[in-house]
């Protein structure tokens, strides 16, 4: 199992070197247009975004319906930092993606604590009444620029930053939710009460995996800021939420793979079939009932999508025919 | 160690980006909008737009696309721009910033020379901010918020903007319709809204008129009846109803019925109202006043011919966005044509020195590129928009 | 006097809350779902009475009877989205329930901004009277219809569950759904017929919302649908006068912010009042607290 384990270190860490170089190579080489780019870079945050959110609905077993709304609250403390150029330049991006993160996270916890308290349900409704509350206040602020949206943040195209902290955010989040206490979290899912026998402490871990969740949207919401340049609060609306959440559904609740894949395949497809759009939102709404009468588990379910189970399969299988 | 698998998996999945990648660029092909394929910008001028053509806002999109349209299918027919015809290529954002961005990066990849674009005020100023280093001359029909061209010294509008209006308005409630109080509600979430109101209230302040009443409502909203209710009381001699025709229609309704007496004025959002209250609410707005950008009425020959070809075209009158997106077409055949070229940069002084004359009115460009024009304002009596004056 | 009449402004906008609040009520109570599409089938019950217009105007028919069809196809669709998406799910977990309901819902509004087109469409005044005028109170004909119908309906309702043999199974169903399994109560059939009530008071309602405000459009449901969820969870979800009380408190009170605190933070207060009530008691106004068994 050790040997294994170092093996799957260094080839996973070899692999995404090798396709951070690979992509960066065609981007140089100008293969990689400015519009796969850019495309690029939405991606990054939909995976972010999308395996966030996974931390709440597959994981804990909560719906939220104001994802967007933690999203929201990271982009505009990010860019508000960044535009205040107390920090300037690369180091300052970086700083403002973890302030982003940080006070998304502290907003979660403020809602988490009360929130959690309450049953599913409820819960699904007061993200959705929050969501509603941030977009309000952030009109209704002069510093956050209103109606008129915020502008002038300063924009980093920088692909290299993006890449890594897309992988470092969904590396962070699986492994909090492969330790102990993701398994906590996992338990609460299953049963709440049950656990709670068991001496999990329910509403702490409640709250745990709540704040991750909104944490990395709040770092999805930084690198959006500084990508786009300019804010408005209209758009983390409620649609918003919802299709981070389709996303999730699709993927697989539980599946930080599905999550991923399903993220990279619903941000590519509207961009390739372009004349579909008219029908995206309707296919997207039969995907969600489709999904669930059939399949409720997602795509994936709650398995991971395995490069090194597969290379098994493909290494032993002819070799045991050939037997 | 379980945690790596998850490396794996968007290594698995980074994979399939850069496999997609290739894919993207073979999508390039236009939409299913327009355009011949018309080989490389050799022989053509590749003009791109931007517009909402779905979802919600999309009937400004529509219009406007539909001006610009017709004003290209007229240049062309005449023999183009510098002896070439024009390629107009416009792609769907369905009003979404994100998607807009998108969009314009792909039209860069295309080749365009000029974007016409995009329609409402946020898609605009993100894709604004993204131009602004690529020095492309960007025309705006319609987007009004004033930070749109501020600082940009190659993105320009032809529509005036929404504080120019907040003026007009207050100097119309003042002199035309002798106000002493007035009242204004407007869209907390609308940028469109909240900049007409504010300076508006700046304005009549100045003026020496009594603000008694500025209230506010949510873009889901459609009861309005406590904010009114509370007017009826303060008796306003005007109301500003600063948003589009959709909450007008509502809003004035709601007056009516409350019983608040007051004069109704608005912004050019206003535009389109009558086509969207039933006959039996028209009363509501019997006699309201609303700037806007050009009068069907017109007689001028411009203005006629514009109107019928459009009629001809599209089979109804147009609105001030067609009108807008028409004269934007041929702001930038002027501009092109005295440049000599379509290098980007002598395109972009061209325009900043242009003299030009269209549906819309005669104006040349401020120094921060807002078009200085004349504001033509309408009244509406008996269901039907009336020329009523020129401000200047 | 201005406080009276903001007051009646929030009754009016507040009986159509409780209308829509009724339909999510019945629903949770029995199916313990939310159903999320509850407010587009108002949409869809808007949209049928505006394309039963010009048929009704021909044959000189009062416009206001267009509830008839629009109750008709409300009925029928609300029974076949139980049918067809709830009812396989009834032993899932809740988060997939909930997901189907969303699914369902944005279905129904893209589905009707595919046909509709995306704008909003203008609806003629259904009550054609001039507006009664007592002292300086000036009611609009559609405020009185609006309060009055919602107070009939709900007192219909109450003896309907109290006196009927299906009432009574309804509330049995709520009370404990095993147990009344055993009982022999059709679980299905209370279900459905749970549905069928609620979509038709959903027609009801969103004939009173376009009389009142002549628009439809095809998102016109979801913050109306959203805001009457507010209303049931502030009365006690599952009651149904709670419902009702939840409606005319979420309506007085959004009214009263907008006219005495700030029309620009109303939503934010109003949301703010509903995590409140939530905190403090949990199961609503009306609700009983109950211990969740292991």
Redesign the interface.
Known sequence: MNK???I??IT??V??LI?YF??IG?MQAGV?????????V??AIN?ILAVSLNVTVGCLGQITLGHAGFMSVGAYSAALFTKSGIIPGIPGYLIGILVGGAVAGLVGIIVGVPALRLKGDYLAIITLAFGEII??LI??FDFTG????L?GIP?YQNFTIIFFV??LS??AM??IM??RHGRAVLAIREDEIASDAAGIDTTFYKTFAFTISAIFAGVAGAL?AHH???L????FDYNYSIAILVMVVLGGMGS??GA??SA?VLT?LP??L??F??YRMILYSLILIIMMLFRPIGLLGRK?????KIIDKLIKKPGDNAI | ??????????????????A??G???K??AP??KKTEDAGKSGDTIKVGGLAPL???V??YGVTATNGVKLAFEEINANGGILGKQVEYVV??E?G???EA??AY??L??EGIVALIGDVTS?PT??VA??AKNDGIPMITPTGT???ITEGKENVFRTCYIDPFQGVILAKLAQKDLNAKTVAIIS?????Y???VKNTFVEEAKKLGLEVVAD??????D??F???L??M??LKPDVLVISDYY?YV??IS?QAK???LESKLIGPDGWDGVLE??????MDAVQDALFTNHFSVKDTAEKVKNFVDAYKAKYNESPSAFAALGYDTAYVLKQAMESAGSVDKKAVVDAIKAIEFEGVTGKFKYDEENNPIKAVTVMKIDNGEYVFYSVEE | M?LL??II??L??GSIYALVSLGYTMVYGIAKLINFAHGDIIMIGAYTSLMMIPVFAKYNLPLWLTVVPAIILCVILGVLIERICYRPLRNSPRIANLITAIGVSLLLQNVVMKIF????K????LF?FP?LVIGRV?L?INVIITILLTVILTILLQLFMQKTKYGKAMLATSENYEASKLVGINIDSTIMLTFAIGSGLAAVASILYVS????VQP??G??LGIKAFVAAVLGGIGIIPGAVLGGFILGIA???T??YI???L??AIVFGILILVLLVKPTGILGKDLKEKV
């Not at chain 1, 209103?146 to 949206?149: C, D, S």
């Not at chain 2, 869209?187 to 940028?191: C, V």
């Not at chain 2, 209230?215 to 889901?220: A, I, M, P, Q």
Request: aromatic share 8%; charged share 25%; net charge negative.
């Open positions: 294994t384990k170092k799957s270190y996973t860490i692999i995404v396709l690979i992509l065609l990689i247009s400015r519009f796969a780019k850019g495309i690029l939405i991606i995976i977009r309000v009109e209704y209103g109606a008129q949206g502008i924009r897309t992988v969904v590396a699986f492994s492969t330790s959006y786009m340049g300019v408005g609060a209209k758009q930080f793979t991923t894949l990279v590519i961009e390739a372009r004349g759009n008219d991971e999508f395995e490069i090194t | 160690m379980k945690k790596f698998r998850v490396l794996w998996l968007i290594v698995a999945a980074i994979l399939l980006i850069t997609c990648g894919g993207g660029e999508t390039t939409d299913d779905t979802g919600d999309a009937i792609y769907d369905k979404d910033p994100t961005v998108t990066n792909r860069v990849d946020k100023l993100a901010e993204v918020q004033k930070n869209n907390t979430s609308d940028d809204s909240q900049g209230e506010f409502y949510t873009v889901d459609t009861d009846k406590s904010q209710t509370k009826v009381a959709k229609a509502l309704a019925e409350v019983g969207t209250l039933d006959k039996s609410n | 201005e009449l903001q402004n929030g009016s906008i087109g995306p704008d909003f203008s609806y003629p005044k054609d507006p000036r609009g009142s405000y002549p628009q998102q016109m979801s913050m959004e009214t009263l907008r006219a700030s029309s620009q109303a939503d």
